[in-house]
């Protein structure tokens, strides 16, 4: 009986070494997914801050943009302005080359 309790301890070590080593290889396995994971949080975390840099840099340029468009819309009132004066002008040409005339006669 000696030998078969002595066998049956054997196996019940042999199977808690087995379980021990399969547990510490889910650990390791499990470190790595971690570590992996990780790993991609921080480039998550620069790629979202170099998003924030591009936006931030792209707020600035749509602005300037606006101010841009806003400045242009005033020019191009002033430019219809000055057109709507020309053409006042040379409707009165005919006019004025008429009374040039009757003061050199």
């Known amino acids: ?3 078969a309790s002595s066998t049956s301890a054997k196996n019940l070590f042999q ?3 087995s ?6 290889q889910v650990n390791v396995n499990n470190i790595g997914s971690i570590t ?3 790993q991609r949080g921080s480039k998550s975390h620069e790629m979202l801050a170099q998003t924030a840099r591009n936006f931030s840099q792209t707020e600035s340029t749509m602005e300037n943009t606006f101010n841009n468009l ?3 819309q005033v020019l191009m009132a002033q430019m219809n302005q000055n057109q709507r004066s020309i053409e006042d002008s040379v409707e009165r040409l005919p006019d004025v ?4 005339r009757d003061m050199q006669r």
């Open 1 to 3: 009986m000696a030998s």
């Open 15 to 17: 199977d808690s070494k």
């Open 19 to 24: 379980r021990l080593s399969e547990r510490v």
């Open 36 to 38: 992996r994971q990780m």
């Open 70 to 72: 806003q400045e242009m």
């Open 97 to 100: 080359r008429e009374q040039v």
